[in-house]
């Protein structure tokens, strides 16, 4: 399983990623939405983390660029990366462009059930963790 872990804090992507290959999840980064939406472009991954508040594109953007693919692509489940606890995705009408939502600071069991809510609701096998 590939992930994508877009976040503009290098220390959060690190967290993530570390929390994603204890799972056996192989993960890429990306600093900022631009380059997100260029490395979905480039690759194919079974699972994006968006995070909220970015600077120049914020992840609503990025996350609508991604939705308006007209590819296999646009489908990749997208979960949403926030500190904002207020946020839900039906209140904001971003549940078109995001799958599920996690809040920071991430908790493996959160992350964890998170992925696997998504993926069984997107039709993709869960993720095992050992």
Known sequence: MRAL????????RRVLV???????????????GHSGIAMVEASNY?????????????GVEAATSIRARHDEKS???????????????????WADRFNGALFKPLKPEQLFDTIAKVLMSNGTQAVQVG
């Not at 799972?23 to 600093?31: K, L, S, T």
């Not at 990366?81 to 839900?88: E, I, K, L, P, Q």
């Open 5 to 12: 872990c877009i976040d503009d804090h290098a220390i959060n």
């Open 18 to 32: 570390a929390m994603l290959e204890t799972a056996g999840i192989v993960a890429d980064e990306a600093e900022s």
């Open 46 to 58: 079974d699972v994006i983390f968006m995070d909220l508040r970015m600077p120049i594109m914020d």
């Open 75 to 93: 489908r990749t489940p997208i979960i949403l990366v926030t500190a904002d606890a207020s946020v839900t995705l039906e209140a904001e009408d």
